[in-house]
């Protein structure tokens, strides 16, 4: 395939890639900001419910690791009907993730509501900081029916759709109640009770519903898919199929989370306020992976559709296109949030050592998003094209050496918060390495398989070529 028409397709692809990525990063960024505001008032409330916060978020994360799986198989799955041009049979895999949205938002408000007590024990808080923390989650665990059947599910459909609009204002006005909403049940107010870090909770929840009640009726009222002229049973489940694009993102969104919540269980235990320190830097960290994920997003959307057409051409359009905006958006970011990093930390906390620590490792916490640049676009361009279980070899190769690196900085070499965030660079290092080889060989071995167009037919591409055709 001749560069020059790469080149070419890819700066027709920028609309495209910006038209999706744009609102589904701004609608992740919303999202995410809504933990940051949590961590920042509740900072500011006391240090033991900021403890209590800052190591609560990634088992919830780890158990919603399920249905993220299910979700992003159904994303998948939809869009390479799609570019195949099977719109009745994305319609039926559509209806089978709203079916599966209904049991699993069942099964995470009973699995909290029971056992929050005996995962509060696990990360090592004690007192105040424990008690607190199961409160948290026995509040926000009612989140779920409305964000997964209400908000997640619809959502798989739009990401493979590429309407993503609508998903970025939900998630505006769900970050936008949700700070209005926290100081007035954290602190209370002469009408209402000081609820403290279950008013935080509370305050998630009502925002939730609010994202549902601007998402729900203009997804329905478009009809997306004849999703709602097409009769739902009997539901015909892809079970291979979903397995295959799903279990390999599901076992890595669960052990990933495992070793997050494994070191933050060890900084509890070796750290005075350990956890609250990790936490900031990794809020911040994670605050650029969010914007750049909005990207992915975009990518798994326009790949899967690229990959479903057998577009070789369309398939190397869209990686350029997507690695040169993330390089530039997300260098533009840790540069800012190097030269604002006193401010940026003491929105979080007025502690002055909790402000001291989390300087010092500035500088290595935002090596790790430089590299997550490349390991996100080359692992959602795996994703997009059904070679999931790639990424979960690589999770699994990432916290095998992770975890254990980081046991010898806090308990044999005394390094501290600083070798933890060593061993996240030598993890993502070497998935940086290894994902670059794999995507290499996929796309290598996808041009010996599809046609080779022809000078006359790239011509004719090129006239009305779109990810959409």
Request: glycine letters at 6%.
């Amino acid at each position: 395939m001749p560069k020059a028409h790469i080149r070419k397709l890819s700066r027709k692809y920028y609309p495209f890639v910006l038209g999706i990525g744009l609102p589904a990063s701004l609608r992740t960024l919303s999202l995410y900001v809504q933990q940051l505001i949590d961590t920042m008032y509740i900072g500011q409330y006391n240090s033991e419910s900021l403890v209590a916060l800052s190591s609560v978020p990634i088992p919830l994360w780890m158990i919603e690791s399920i249905w993220a799986g299910i979700a992003s198989a159904g994303t998948i799955m939809v869009a390479q009907r799609i570019g195949a041009k099977k719109n009745s049979l994305a319609t039926g895999v559509a209806h089978e993730t709203f079916f599966l949205s209904i049991i699993f938002s069942v099964f995470m408000v009973c699995f909290w509501q029971f056992n929050a007590e005996r995962v509060v024990a696990l990360l090592s808080l004690q007192g105040q900081s424990a008690e607190d923390a199961v409160t948290y989650i026995l509040a926000l665990s009612w989140i779920y029916p409305f964000r997964l059947i209400g908000l997640w599910a619809p959502i798989t459909v739009l990401e493979a759709l590429g309407k993503t609009n609508v998903i970025m204002w939900s998630t505006i006005v769900q970050t936008g109640t949700n700070i209005i909403l926290n100081p007035l049940l954290i602190w209370g107010t002469p009408w209402t009770p000081e609820l403290g870090i279950q008013g935080a909770a509370i305050a998630t929840v009502i925002a939730e519903i609010m994202a549902l009640l601007v998402l729900s009726p203009y997804f329905w009222s478009k009809n997306f898919l004849k999703l709602k002229t097409t009769p739902m049973f009997p539901i015909r489940f892809n079970k291979e199929e979903r397995l295959k694009f799903g279990l390999p993102i599901i076992v890595e969104g669960f052990f990933w989370s495992l070793a997050v919540s494994t070191i933050i269980s060890m900084i509890n235990a070796t750290i005075d306020r350990g956890g609250a320190i990790f936490n900031i830097g990794f809020l911040l960290y994670t605050m650029v992976f969010k914007v750049l994920y909005g990207f992915d997003t975009a990518n798994i959307s326009l790949m899967g559709r690229s990959f479903g057409a057998t577009r070789d051409d369309r398939v190397r359009a869209t990686l350029r296109t997507i690695v040169r905006v993330k390089v530039v958006l997300g260098t533009g970011i840790c540069i800012m949030f190097y030269f604002f990093k006193e401010p940026l930390i003491k929105l979080f906390t007025n502690d002055p050592y909790i402000i001291e620590q989390t300087l010092g490792n500035f500088s290595l916490l935002l090596v790790v998003p430089i590299l997550d640049i490349w390991n996100g676009t080359a692992t959602s361009s795996l994703v997009a094209m059904g070679y999931s279980k790639y990424n979960l070899f690589l999770t699994l190769l990432s916290v095998a050496i992770r975890v254990p690196l980081a046991y010898c900085s806090l308990y044999l070499l005394g390094w501290g918060i600083s070798g933890v965030w060593y061993a996240t660079i030598i993890g993502e290092g070497l998935k940086f390495i290894i994902v670059s080889y794999l995507l290499h060989k996929t796309i290598k071995n996808l041009q010996r398989k599809w046609f080779v167009v022809s000078s006359q037919e790239l011509r004719s591409f090129m006239k009305s070529d779109s990810p959409y055709n």
